[in-house]
């Protein structure tokens, strides 16, 4: 156990007693514990094997490679439809963690050899996703701007190209593009 961790499992959550017996699991599974984004992550030779989080509806363990893992149990979920690597396992009560002890076990050795092997998983490319249009009309008119998103990492593009393309209406999207362009131009990301 990681003292810098403690205060996430000691602060009052409607989720406590399931974090506890999930930190237990996973620290038997010889993963050194740390801290995260916030959240217990636990590693292989510095390697972010798992992590615990927890939702309003659920919480859950979160396998970093978790597309690379076998699921003969069939209880790995994406969480959304632009998570390309990530897979939770996701829990309502503690009852639930407790049947399915050996089974998370089984999970986070697998996800261990994973990591052990070297797997990765081949990411879609940033020219794979859609571009607004109205986003696409501002690099073909304003080529700073162009320039600023062409140097952005990769995962930059990718959370700008998804928050510019998701809303319907044509003047959410270009209001969103307008309030971020500064930003862009700034080299900054999306949440930066």
Known sequence: ????????FNKPSKWQEEYERLRAIILDC???????????????????????HGFKEYCALLFFKGVLLNDPNGILIQQTENVQVGRQIRFTNLLEIINMESILKAYIYEAIEVERAGLNVELKKVTEFKIA??????????PALKTAFEALTPGRQRAYLLYFSAPKQSKTREARVEKYMPQILNGKGLDD
């Open 1 to 8: 156990m990681n003292p810098k961790v403690d205060f996430y």
């Open 133 to 142: 249009a109205e986003f696409q009309d501002k690099l073909n008119h304003i």
């Open 30 to 52: 010889k993963l050194t514990e740390e801290l995260k984004w916030g959240c217990p992550c636990y590693t292989f030779e510095g390697k972010n094997i798992v992590l615990i």
